[in-house]
């Protein structure tokens, strides 16, 4: 759960618009946002970038390059790497 003040892209454009930027860098299988688990969108890591949406799309950004279809790692070994990486630092993301 973040614990700074977040902003919805409902509230600022700025917002909305790195929103949309990076996520049209993902993956079509990423496309449906799915809210932090039992805690809804304000507590989403990407929510906790939003008092700076020129950070938010740049760090975003950086992670659906990274998805790239043309890359040779699968969603599914993305998806381990992801649950190792949170496991590990004990983080419910």
Known sequence: M???KTVSMDDD???AQAML???ALYPVEYSTP???VDRGAEASI???HSLIP???FHAFATFGALLSPDLPLRRDQH???ATMVSVT???HY
């Open 21 to 23: 930027k990076q996520r």
């Open 46 to 48: 990407t929510a906790s």
């Open 54 to 56: 020129d950070a938010l």
């Open 2 to 4: 973040t614990w700074i």
């Open 34 to 36: 799915v809210p932090a």
């Open 89 to 91: 630092n004990r983080c």
């Open 79 to 81: 998806e381990m790497i």
């Open 13 to 15: 454009p700025l917002v």
